[in-house]
């Protein structure tokens, strides 16, 4: 009961952000409550930092191994920067580090997307992001953890990313990659209730059949 409510709360909040307007973040800022707006569409003008850019692995693309591009943008006015997930990239293209094959364009651009919240937990396992040394960057990490990953990134880092769509002006190459998609939640309770309706009846079940049970075997006795 306790994850179907999680689930509601979750649903509310993700159908509230994609029934919102557009947010222009430049003009938002500061006074924006961005946690507040996972799955907003959202549009940013800025430059990006490609130098501080890192990749998320063990991502899957068109059913191939990829990395996914996450790549700090400066705001323009501002010296505000929120991190952007440019897209996927096959894995045997591309090798964490490289700055050329797939670099983010250069001069100010503007990023189409929506609000993602950052991920501090795995959602299977425990694998997570170990916590990089002051003056250590990390070029590969298993989360978009916004906090650490701002520990490497230069100025004040926004705590959500952009997952960036398919529109704008910050598209990169001819070639198609990285290859933006962005990930709407499927807005369904799961199988919760079953799964609760189910043990409330195994627990009914134990509570009258237990008794009857004893009484059978102390007249058998």
Do not use: C
């Not at 996972?38 to 430059?47: D, E, H, K, L, S």
């Not at 991920?119 to 916004?146: F, K, M, Q, Y």
């Not at 209730?193 to 009914?204: C, E, H, P, V």
């Amino acid at each position: 009961l306790d994850r179907l409510e999680t689930r509601r709360a979750f649903n509310a909040a993700a159908l509230a952000g994609q029934t919102a307007p557009e947010l222009d973040l430049n003009a938002a800022l500061p006074a924006a409550d961005l946690e507040a707006m996972a799955y907003r569409t959202v549009r940013a003008v800025g430059t990006f930092v490609f130098e501080e850019e890192v990749a998320l692995r063990n991502q899957v693309y068109l059913g191939r191994p990829a990395f996914r591009l996450i790549t700090p943008l400066r705001l323009a006015g501002s010296d505000a920067v929120i991190l952007v997930d440019r897209g996927y990239v096959p894995a045997d293209r591309f090798t964490p580090g490289d700055r050329e094959t797939f670099a983010s364009p250069a001069g100010e651009v503007l990023v189409s997307g929506i609000i993602r919240i950052s991920h501090t937990e795995p959602d299977i396992g425990n694998r997570g992001d170990p916590t990089s040394a002051p003056g250590e960057a990390l070029l590969v990490w298993n989360l978009v953890n916004v906090e650490e990953i701002a520990r490497q990134v230069t100025g004040p880092v926004l705590p959500v990313y952009i997952q960036q769509g398919p529109g704008g002006t910050a598209r990169s190459g001819g070639n198609g990659l990285p290859a933006a998609s962005i990930f709407i939640p499927e807005l369904t309770e799961g199988p919760h209730l079953g799964y609760a309706i189910q043990w409330f009846l195994f627990a009914g079940i134990l509570w009258v059949g237990y008794p009857f049970f004893l009484l059978k075997e102390a007249r058998r006795e």
